[in-house]
């Protein structure tokens, strides 16, 4: 699906502000309400957005974050990225050049929750050689805002 112009505006607004009501947005972009309303339908429909709530770290009372690089073998990449998206605690996923095949961001509410997911279920995955994790201890900054970019 290529985006247009009125496409790119709805979603600047909505990841400025995602209760912005389709009325308004029509306003600032300078087209009716029912336009809004159809193309966020066919955004969401084509998964070009997704409408969900993000999780403020700063706010969580014992956040366990972790940053973890994976080595793992390249005819498996695609299928370890795959099994590891349908991880709820894993939050972020890309492919690297560099030092890891892998770099994976995973968000547990504890230290027990965050152990089971890098020792169990990660270290299960068929073609994972190597996990390398850091475990985050104080946030300076942490721009939950960030999660509409990734």
Known sequence: MSLDNI????????????RMSNHQMAAVIGVSEGTVRNRVKKLIKNEVI???VINNI????????????????????????????????????SSL?????????????DAAELSKVLYQKIASIPGVRNAESS????????DYKLARLI
Not at 74 to 88: G, T, V
């Open 135 to 142: 475990i985050g201890l104080k946030y300076f900054k942490y």
């Open 50 to 52: 997704k409408i969900s």
């Open 58 to 93: 700063n706010q969580i009372e014992n956040p366990s974050l972790a940053f973890v690089g994976l080595d793992v073998e390249a005819r498996e990449k695609d299928k370890i990225a795959s099994a590891l998206s349908k991880m709820q605690e894993v939050r972020f996923i």
């Open 7 to 18: 496409d790119k505006k709805i979603i600047q607004l909505m990841g400025a502000d995602a």
């Open 97 to 109: 050049i560099g030092r890891h095949d892998l770099m994976v961001f995973i968000l547990a509410d």
